[in-house]
């Protein structure tokens, strides 16, 4: 069986080393962060508050906020905004992260701290030094922790469990997409059999959303767009929504996150896009490939980045030229 994870044994090694010489240390995870970056970082921390050390974990958003979706995470009441870190960690630990830009206002951390761990799966990771665990065949960083932490403690506690399995759960669109393979389900099971009940994480992440949800879901509908002879004939569908469509509704950006989901399944479309206006007006753009393009390429040219199958950018533009913009990029996606 192929190992969830594949770096050499040393790097694992120095990871540890650097943990154990480190009185306190920062977590951080990227801007308006998900299931995976959330429940990484915060099962991480759990162990190494376990093992003595003082732990910060932070994310360097500007309008700083805990995602609405996710305030119901163990630990979650720990989180504190990037005003609030230490200047100069021992130790910074960088999660899910693919670039420095995703540091938001926290890129400045990676100099200061006295020494750094990456833990990522993003293909493209760059622009951070010190111990690299990263594994782009990875199917989720929540892997990559789990397979650290397993050299740190000898079993895990079912809030540990719970929130590695949230990063595993979402990252995998519920164990539906390629990367998949039997060793992700051999770490599904560990976390199951640590305490993790998917029941109960499943409801949270799928099964509870405010009727606000499915007003903005409407507007965004009322709006879709098919072009079947874009990115080359595979076709698009795309949408966006906007600020006035969140105060409508009372919701906040991160809520809004499965719009696409109700799109992306489109038959006439290898590509679907979502464009979320945030409140300084920009558009977060969301886009994810049936299987025929890679999109992680296409935002990557468009200052943003992400998987084959499931990237994303931020759009100075309005949503007509954000439109025009991409049509054009995608015309020109590297086929899969
Ligand atoms: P989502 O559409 O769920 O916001 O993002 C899909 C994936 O694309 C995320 O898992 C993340 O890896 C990546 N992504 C989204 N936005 C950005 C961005 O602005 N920059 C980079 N580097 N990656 C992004
Ligand atoms: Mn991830």
């Known amino acids: 069986m192929t190992a969830a994870v594949t770096l050499p044994e040393d790097r694992w090694a120095a990871a540890v080393a650097l943990i154990d010489a480190a009185p306190d240390a920062t977590l951080v995870c990227h801007v308006a962060p998900d299931g995976d970056a959330l429940g990484s970082m915060l099962g991480l921390a759990r162990v190494l508050r376990a093992r003595g050390l003082d732990i910060t974990c932070t994310w360097g958003d500007e309008r700083w906020a805990v995602p609405s979706s996710y305030t119901w995470l163990p630990d979650i009441d720990t989180v504190v905004p990037p005003s609030r870190v230490r200047a100069a960690p021992s130790l910074l630990v960088v999660l899910d992260t693919a670039s420095r830009d995703r540091l938001g206002v926290l890129g400045p951390l990676a100099d200061a701290a006295g020494s750094l761990v990456v833990i990522d799966h993003h293909a493209h990771n760059s622009g951070l030094d010190g111990v690299q665990l990263i594994d782009p065949a ?33 990252d995998t669109g519920s164990f539906q997409h390629s990367v998949t393979t039997p060793a992700v389900h051999a770490v599904a099971g560990r976390l199951l059999a640590a305490g993790a009940r998917p029941d109960a994480v499943a409801q949270q992440l799928w099964g509870s959303r405010p009727f606000g949800f499915a007003q903005v879901l409407g507007a965004a509908l009322s ?61 977060r753009v969301s886009t994810r490939s049936r299987g025929g393009t890679d999109v992680g390429a296409v935002c990557a040219g468009l200052g943003g980045g992400g998987h084959r199958l499931a990237a994303g950018y931020t759009s100075y533009d309005d949503a007509e030229t954000t439109a025009r913009k991409l049509l054009a990029a995608l015309e020109t996606a590297p086929q899969l």
């Open 138 to 170: 990875a199917a989720a960083t929540a892997v990559v922790v789990e397979e650290l932490v397993r050299r740190l403690v000898p079993a895990i506690d079912a809030d540990t469990a719970t929130l590695l399995y949230v990063g595993l759960v979402t």
């Open 223 to 283: 709006r879709l767009s098919l072009e079947p002879a874009a990115v080359g004939g595979r076709g698009l569908v795309w949408t966006w929504t906007t600020t006035d469509d969140l105060a409508a509704a009372g919701l906040t950006l991160d809520e809004i996150e499965p719009v696409i989901e109700a799109v992306r399944a489109t038959r006439e479309a290898d590509v679907a896009a979502v464009f979320k206006q945030d409140a300084d007006g920009t558009f």
